[in-house]
């Protein structure tokens, strides 16, 4: 169950599951922590940075004053190999030690390696042990970090279209969240002179992407209290984008470039219990720590897509296929009216 709520975290941009899963991380003291939940998590955000970024459009014509279209779609942006593990060794790790030299990354495959920690506590040595969390590649369609998205496009007067994601603020169980996208194209076939006569249509495209979820995880694993895993994701692209629109096919694509940065926090006290060595009632010790975990994922690059729809009448599919850092498939349908 906790793997198929990742994959909804992975689409929804919600860290329901994989949250509970790395409180344990947080026995390997606050920096190895830190370095630890970076290393694992970093395929998955920046998959999410790529794949908000993309599926904006699916043709460089603009609406006439007014005219819409409703897309609904899916990206799905590839993780590379290098990034389905992580070394031990690559980390700078202070504090532990481990029954293996590597582990999966969020995107990877198999079982999470055990942890060994020797840390101090209060002037004193302490051990403790936890495992690390398990890949979940087979979850993921073509091993990718799937992000849907459902866009409105409203045509507006001076060649200019505006795009909207919106999902408003919604609660479910201890989960809730949001998200905003905004985009603007503005058609420049004109500036070209003779092309304004022929089916290609040029278009510059701007889109910015907000998004923020909240989970309560309510001592599940670490006991402690006002325990929140905090994910909050800001992305833009601007793009230079053309197409070819005949009657049934359109064949589109663009060049430009993409970022963004993604923070994930834990916050609230987890008590963190520790073996001692001695005899009870002194062979365990509990530190208390605050807000634990701060954690910053940046991705940016140019990008370049092409892509094709096939339109029948007011109904629309289109697919077309990014070449960036982390390779992006997108797809959909819309229903646009002009």
Same mark, same amino acid.
């Given at each position: 169950?906790?793997?198929?709520?990742?994959?909804?975290?992975?689409?929804?941009?919600?860290?329901?599951?994989?949250?509970?899963?790395?409180?344990?991380?947080?026995?390997?003291?606050?920096?190895?922590?830190?370095?630890?939940?970076?290393?694992?998590?970093?395929?998955?955000?920046?998959?999410?940075?790529?794949?908000?970024?993309?599926?904006?459009?699916?043709?460089?014509?603009?609406?006439?004053? !007014?005219?819409?279209?409703?897309?609904?779609?899916?990206?799905?942006?590839? #993780?590379?190999?290098?990034?389905?593990?992580?070394?031990?060794?690559?980390?700078?790790?202070? +504090?532990?030690?481990?029954?293996?030299? $590597?582990?999966?990354?969020?995107?990877?495959?198999?079982?999470?390696?055990?942890?060994?920690?020797?840390? $101090? #506590?209060?002037?004193?040595?302490?051990?403790?042990? !936890?495992?690390?969390?398990?890949?979940?590649?087979?979850?993921?369609?073509?091993?990718?970090?799937? $992000?849907?998205?459902?866009?409105?496009?409203?045509?507006?007067?001076?060649?200019?279209?505006?795009?909207?994601?919106? #999902?408003?603020?919604?609660?479910?169980?201890?989960?809730?969240?949001?998200?905003?996208?905004?985009?603007?194209?503005?058609?420049?076939?004109?500036?070209?002179?003779?092309?304004?006569?022929?089916?290609?249509? #040029?278009?510059?495209?701007?889109?910015?992407?907000?998004?923020?979820? +909240? %989970?309560?995880?309510?001592?599940?694993?670490?006991?402690?209290?006002?325990?929140?895993?905090?994910?909050?994701?800001?992305?833009?692209?601007?793009?230079?984008?053309?197409?070819?629109? !005949?009657?049934?096919?359109?064949?589109?694509?663009?060049?430009?470039?993409?970022?963004?940065?993604?923070?994930? +926090?834990?916050?609230? $006290?987890?008590?963190?219990? %520790?073996?001692?060595?001695?005899?009870?009632? +002194?062979?365990?010790?509990?530190?208390?720590?605050?807000?634990?975990?701060?954690?910053?994922?940046?991705?940016?690059?140019?990008?370049?897509?092409?892509?094709?729809?096939?339109?029948?009448?007011?109904?629309?599919?289109?697919?077309?296929?990014?070449?960036?850092?982390?390779?992006?498939?997108?797809?959909?349908?819309?229903?646009?009216?002009?």
């Amino acid at each position: 169950m906790k793997k198929i709520t990742l994959l909804m975290l992975l689409c929804l941009a919600t860290i329901t599951s994989k949250a509970q899963e790395l409180e344990s991380i947080l026995l390997a003291t606050r920096a190895d922590a830190s370095k630890l939940t970076e290393a694992y998590m970093n395929p998955g955000m920046k998959g999410l940075i790529y794949g908000m970024n993309s599926g904006w459009y699916h043709t460089a014509k603009v609406h006439k004053k !007014f005219g819409f279209d409703i897309t609904i779609g899916l990206n799905a942006s590839m #993780v590379p190999t290098k990034d389905e593990m992580f070394s031990f060794a690559d980390l700078g790790l202070t +504090n532990i030690t481990s029954n293996s030299a $590597t582990n999966p990354t969020v995107a990877g495959s198999g079982d999470g390696a055990m942890i060994d920690v020797n840390a $101090t #506590v209060d002037g004193q040595n302490v051990t403790a042990s !936890f495992e690390m969390p398990s890949g979940i590649s087979e979850d993921l369609p073509l091993n990718a970090v799937p $992000t849907p998205a459902i866009q409105v496009n409203i045509g507006l007067p001076f060649k200019l279209d505006a795009m909207v994601r919106l #999902v408003p603020e919604v609660e479910s169980d201890d989960v809730k969240g949001k998200l905003l996208g905004l985009g603007l194209k503005k058609e420049i076939t004109s500036l070209f002179g003779p092309l304004d006569k022929l089916p290609l249509h #040029v278009s510059l495209l701007a889109a910015y992407t907000t998004m923020d979820v +909240n %989970y309560e995880m309510n001592g599940n694993e670490i006991p402690g209290q006002n325990q929140l895993a905090e994910f909050k994701l800001n992305s833009f692209t601007t793009q230079v984008i053309g197409s070819l629109n !005949f009657p049934i096919i359109n064949i589109y694509g663009g060049i430009g470039y993409s970022g963004g940065k993604s923070d994930l +926090n834990l916050k609230g $006290t987890y008590d963190l219990e %520790y073996e001692t060595g001695q005899a009870p009632p +002194n062979d365990t010790i509990t530190e208390t720590v605050t807000d634990p975990l701060n954690l910053d994922f940046k991705a940016s690059g140019f990008r370049s897509t092409i892509g094709a729809r096939l339109s029948l009448g007011f109904f629309k599919i289109f697919a077309d296929y990014t070449l960036q850092e982390y390779n992006t498939l997108s797809a959909g349908i819309a229903f646009s009216i002009r």
